[in-house]
């Protein structure tokens, strides 16, 4: 029996950039602006895309870029309030859009009061054991030190053995599973004990069995740590590693090693897959828009839950750089409404439309048919048909195998029997099964 989970691709998107919401310095606390309502303005652009989810980043108090909670339970008064959060739920029920929230369960901000509590009260704060501390020669006064996240000072480390913590990362997800919405992103998940997570998530599933949970991992034994934490997925940096070097680099074998690690997942969970968020170059930045069709083409073929990140079917840019704001660029304002479609958003149409019509892709095997350093045949197949995937980087045409190809479903290619042709630059998207349109 299928569900809900099988069938959703995400539209990812950054609420406080996305909203226009200032991160520096954020705007006084307990000031309320309804910025949320922005974001109901795009659903039906997410709709007309073919999508049906949206995974939302932070979208709790905090006083810059919402990864420095200070209230689980409190929309960001940037954004708006919970009258403007039920707004949401309901535009996005009425279109058939599942909503994600982003769980920042590492760390929280100094400002939120269980730590206050400890820099006012010291070791005999009723919170002092959710943190990890070094209270050693400390005085009244004297600034608390505690273990931060990745050397980021004003995100304070959760200690995650305390079960103060479980609770209360068990209570925010069941508070917002039960105003409706669907699923959970847990940030920086590879920096918390799987144990952690097997403690709090079946307590969660308990009253919500169909919520779909998954981790970010950036690195390391991705099918390890979905067992040890009962996570349902994790975020597959390196398919998207694969996507982003094969084409920058025009190194395609590196993708062919990735696709290969991606099938050896695909028997534990099915990996929740990208080419393009919150935390990276956008994807036009990194490969050049002419490429974004290539990679969105590998995206929505090989097995996994994907994702768009809000922007990239307009081949928007945006560079990452490693300074104070340096995520700004990636995480622009948008317009109030939708700009007129172009061609790469009937693009991400069409291979959309070819992930919906079959829905076994989500969790079947991909094999390399054939490999260059700048050419590349994907098949992925199940007992039920074959979708074949041609990539050419070269500035020159490309004569490679069409396998068991019979129609050409998305971007250019000609048939010739066990052939297939590729402009320059070129890329498709083929079946073994459909029957070309009648004419």
């Known amino acids: ?28 606390v307990g000031e309320i602006t309804h910025r949320l ?3 109901e303005a795009w659903l039906d652009h997410v709709v007309e895309l073919g999508l049906n989810g949206i995974a939302l980043g932070p979208i709790f108090a905090s006083r810059t870029h919402g990864y420095d909670t200070e209230d689980h339970f409190r929309i960001d008064p940037r954004l708006g309030d919970d009258a403007d959060f039920d707004r949401l739920v309901a535009a996005a029920r009425r279109r058939g859009i599942r909503l994600q929230l982003d769980g920042v369960f590492n760390h929280l901000g100094r400002t939120h009061p269980a730590f206050r509590a400890l820099e006012e009260q010291g070791p005999a704060a009723p919170t002092a054991g959710m943190f990890r501390v070094d209270w050693s020669g400390w005085r009244p006064g004297d600034p608390v030190e505690a273990d931060v996240f990745e050397g980021h000072d004003a995100l ?23 105003r409706g919405v669907d699923s959970w992103r847990l940030d920086a998940a590879y920096a918390v004990p799987p144990s952690f ?12 069995p169909e919520a779909w949970i998954s981790g970010e991992v950036i690195r390391g034994d991705f099918a390890d740590v979905v067992q040890a934490s009962t996570m349902d997925s994790v975020t597959q940096y390196e398919l998207w590693q694969g996507l982003w070097h094969g084409i920058a ?6 993708l062919a090693h990735a696709v290969k690690r991606h099938n050896d997942l695909l028997a534990t969970f099915v990996p929740a897959t990208f ?5 990276v170059t956008r994807l036009a930045s990194a490969i050049g828009a002419d490429f974004v069709p290539h990679a969105m083409a590998v995206l929505f073929t090989v097995a996994g839950v994907p994702s768009v990140y809000a922007g990239d079917e307009y081949a928007w840019t945006g560079v990452k750089e490693h300074r104070h704001g340096g995520d700004d660029a990636v995480r622009p ?9 172009g061609d790469l958003f009937h693009t991400h149409q069409t291979l959309i439309g070819v ?22 045949v994907l098949r992925t197949a199940t007992g039920t048909g074959a979708i074949l995937t041609a990539l050419n980087l070269d500035d020159t045409p490309a004569g490679l195998p069409a396998a068991d190809a019979r129609t050409v479903l998305a971007g250019s290619a000609t048939l010739n029997g066990p052939d297939l042709r590729l402009p320059a630059r070129g890329w498709a998207v083929l079946s073994s099964g459909d029957q070309p349109p009648r004419a």
């Open 333 to 341: 304002e948008f317009p109030p409404a939708p700009p007129a479609p």
């Open 37 to 39: 309502g922005r974001i």
């Open 197 to 208: 997570w097997a403690g709090v998530l079946p307590r969660v599933r308990a009253r919500h």
């Open 1 to 28: 029996m299928t569900s809900w989970r099988d069938h959703v691709i995400w539209w990812h998107l950054y609420p406080l950039g996305f909203t226009g919401a200032p991160v520096r310095p954020a705007e006084p």
């Open 355 to 376: 992930r919906r019509r079959h829905p076994w892709l989500v969790r079947a095997h991909t094999d390399v048919v054939h490999l260059e350093n700048r050419r590349i």
């Open 156 to 178: 304070v480390a959760l200690d995650h053995s305390s079960p103060a913590v479980a609770d209360l990362v068990t209570d925010v997800m069941l508070h917002w599973l039960d």
């Open 275 to 279: 080419a393009g968020n919150h935390d």
């Open 249 to 254: 680099d025009r190194n395609l074998f590196e």
